[in-house]
């Protein structure tokens, strides 16, 4: 079998390394650095528990025994929600921690709380957390793997996976897509992820927002920025919407979310200029009436946004599985 | 104690090359600098053939380090007034000049406002008679230009320089790396390097009203060592500084979230940082120091927005420096001008070159001895340096601060 390392996205027929050379990483801190087929990979093994997640048994015994922490620094209810469902699913004991209720809030530092958690064996850690790189620093100082489940505004590494996932089912074939992004790139996590992953796997990356939410620097990411809202959707295979965070709008960023909406709004009307069968995407909680109206966002023929929320689970099931497979022992993966 | 002396490649002021030369001490001061060899009642101290250099005047630092200062050939230190309390008081002025003496003095900034807010002139006279030689605002900057206008205006009458730091507060609020494509990938805040221009741009503009000496402490973009240019062109008084980390490092050196190298203002683009070596190069920069402020885990070992800014650098200020020489940018003689004898003129005092009459502040080097930097071996109160495990040329040997080996 080989495996093509020469940066070029592999297909849907690719064939992955055996064993823990598919993906030979301890954490999931982001998908900045990961190989193409390594992103497939994973993407491959969530498929499998999509099928099981429809099922009306949705409970395997594949991480009986095992202890996941869901570290949560910064206030989520459906990335919790979801790593929640994925580790109970695959029988592991799921413990959520909130920022409310820890140390950090006694003045305890990052890594005394990443020591603590550390010594409570647990068997994968999950953290959020509202600084970037946070969860790198708790990933040096832990034996077990870490999943990022958003740092600040730099990674959300799932959420891309899931995203990916979703306009795989969809669309075949993510390699040669033209994926619009829209709306707060700046302070978007989300976006960085879906920047690195879509573009590894060889998809048109454009971003869109105005210039004072765009970050410097963006043509150096292989993508194409946009501040005209129709220009960048023209002919677009995929528009995925970004949440734009009210505290952030008044005064600083934007003038209103009125004026935000007028220009940068995802309406029926601009869709259009989309490809017809164009995706609409967004991470959720979305802004109804400011990013995305709700006539585009409840189109269950160009909407994909339930089917992200399924996608995660999934994806997360995938993520706990193919990261804990060194210490359960499985073959291969020693 | 009269000593001389000897066998030692001398950095004299003026000489293109050290010259092979002997220097007489005589109690605290240099009393000749000739060929005369040692007389009956002189000590000789056989340098070796080594380079005898000025007492390194780190002009800017935040913390009185003394371990530190000694490794690095410091021998004077311009405290910079962000202290605890803020040294805005004649009292605190006092009290930090005598702090590291006899074997290292230390002149305390005063601040330029009180508290370091920006809004009312602090007591500066008051704080001159004390011994403070010169103003500074600090880590912040004064965002009040009338504010700015008086503190020139009225520095200058004092006959004080004052030391500015500067980046404008508008653009880089809550920003914790210069903007570029290193900060846009970790999704870090981060702010135009245009705020160091901006800034500069405007204290010009007031140094040509008040006619005030301003010290651009530490210039580290194109644009603002352009204006700086410009204004030395014009016969402006100001003069402005750097550190070895902003010559060496760029904001490359901050991936992966290191925190030790996050600084202010922050390490700048590859671009930027030639341009500030051609700055050293063309003599637009003055002055080199350390910024030394060092930090231990409970400051550094934190999500990089959290952690807080600066570096120690007495201990590797000179072995990071000589790598100008080495790479042909400027010859020692120019090196030590940067390293000491403009901070001593800054300041007004009789030290920093090797002068009859000057303070003996010496330090012998040997400027090719290898080492390799290790935050686990300084002697700094803190190991927070970026340059952890790199190889340098340069070492101190000894040190004189006033004639007296340390």
């Not at chain 1, 990916?164 to 074939?173: C, E, N, Y």
């Not at chain 1, 796997?201 to 963006?218: D, E, I, M």
């Not at chain 2, 220097?23 to 060899?37: H, L, P, Q």
Request: proline share 5%; glycine share 8%; with cysteine.
């Amino acid at each position: 079998m080989t495996i093509d390392q020469t940066g070029s996205p592999p297909t849907a027929g690719h064939q992955f390394p055996v064993g823990s050379d598919a993906f030979p990483h301890r954490h999931l801190l982001g998908i900045a650095g990961l190989q193409p087929w390594e992103i497939l990979f994973l993407l491959k093994e969530a498929e499998q528990w999509v099928d099981l997640n429809r099922q009306s048994s949705k409970h395997v015994d594949r991480l009986d025994g095992l202890t996941v922490i869901n570290a949560f620094f910064e206030n989520s209810t459906r990335t919790l929600l979801s790593f929640e469902i994925a580790g109970k699913r695959m029988g592991a004991d799921v413990v959520n921690m909130h920022a409310a209720q820890s140390s950090v809030k006694k003045g305890e530092t990052l890594i005394d709380t990443a020591v603590t958690l550390n010594a409570m064996r647990a068997d994968a850690i999950v953290i959020r957390h509202a600084s970037s790189g946070a969860v790198r620093l708790i990933a040096d100082k832990v034996d077990c793997p870490v999943l990022n489940a958003g740092d600040g505004s730099h990674e959300h590494p799932t959420q891309a996976l899931l995203d990916a996932l979703t306009i795989q089912r969809r669309k075949g074939d993510i390699s040669g897509l033209t994926v619009t992004i829209c709306g707060d790139v700046m302070h978007s996590r989300v976006a960085r992820s879906n920047i690195y992953c879509l573009t590894t796997l060889g998809a048109k990356v454009r971003v869109c927002a105005p210039t004072s939410l765009l970050p410097a620097s963006l043509d150096r990411m292989n993508v194409e920025a946009f501040s005209n809202f129709e220009q960048a959707l023209d002919g677009a295979d995929v528009v995925m919407m970004l949440r734009l965070q009210n505290e952030r709008m008044n005064g600083d960023f934007i003038p209103s979310p009125r004026e935000f909406h007028h220009l940068y709004g995802l309406t029926r009307e601009r869709l259009a200029l989309a490809k017809p069968d164009a995706l609409v995407m967004h991470p959720g909680p979305m802004n109804r009436g400011v990013e995305i109206s709700s006539d585009v966002a409840d189109d269950l023929e160009r909407s994909a946004i339930t089917e992200q929320v399924e996608m995660g689970v999934a994806v997360r099931m995938a993520c706990l599985d193919v990261l804990t497979r060194r210490s359960r022992g499985v073959e291969g993966w020693s | 104690m009269k000593q001389v002396f000897t066998d030692a490649q001398v950095l004299v002021p003026g000489a293109q090359a050290p010259q092979s030369i002997n220097v007489a001490t005589d109690g605290d001061r240099i009393c000749r600098i000739s060929e005369d060899g040692p007389s009956e009642n002189q000590q000789t101290i056989d340098c070796k053939g080594a380079i005898l250099a000025p007492g390194i005047i780190d002009l800017g630092v935040f913390s009185i380090d003394k371990p530190a200062f000694h490794y690095g050939g410091i021998t004077r230190a311009a405290l910079m007034p962000d202290q605890s309390p803020v040294l805005d008081l004649p009292a605190m002025i006092k009290h930090n000049a005598s702090e590291g003496k006899p074997d290292l003095w230390s002149h305390p900034l005063a601040a330029a406002t009180k508290g370091l807010k920006g809004a009312e002139l602090a007591e500066i006279g008051l704080m001159k008679q004390a011994g403070a030689r010169a103003v500074a605002t600090g880590r912040s900057w004064i965002a009040d230009s009338g504010i700015m206008l008086k503190l020139l205006h009225y520095c200058h009458s004092l006959d004080m320089p004052v030391i500015v730091h500067s980046e404008d507060r508008g653009l880089t609020a809550n920003a914790v790396a210069t903007a570029g494509e290193t900060a846009t990938r970790l999704g870090l805040s981060s702010a135009p390097a245009t705020a160091e221009a901006l800034s500069i741009a405007r204290d010009i503009a007031l140094v040509r009203e008040s006619g005030a000496h301003v010290h651009f402490r530490q210039v580290t973009t194109a644009q603002g060592l352009d204006l700086i240019r410009a204004a030395k062109s014009e016969g402006l008084p100001v003069t402005c500084g750097i550190t070895p980390a902003h010559l060496f490092l760029s904001d490359i050196a901050i991936s992966e979230f290191r925190t030790f190298a996050k600084l202010s203002p922050p390490l700048r683009s590859e671009e930027d940082r030639q341009s500030c070596l051609k700055a050293i190069e063309d003599g637009t920069i003055d002055v080199i120091s350390s910024g030394h402020d060092p930090r231990g885990p409970e400051d550094k070992r934190l999500p990089f927005a959290e952690a807080e800014f600066g570096m120690a650098g007495a201990e590797t200020l000179l072995a990071l420096s000589l790598n100008l020489v080495r790479d042909g940018l400027i010859g020692l003689n120019r090196l030590f001008e940067l390293l000491s004898a403009t901070p001593a003129k800054i300041l007004g005092v009789e030290a920093g070159q090797i002068t009859e009459g000057y303070e003996a502040d010496l330090i012998v080097i040997d400027p090719e001895a290898p080492w390799q930097i290790d935050t686990r071996k300084m002697a700094a109160s803190a190991g927070n340096t970026p340059f952890d495990k790199l190889p340098v040329q340069g070492r101190v040997h000894a040190i004189y601060k006033g004639g007296k080996a340390l």
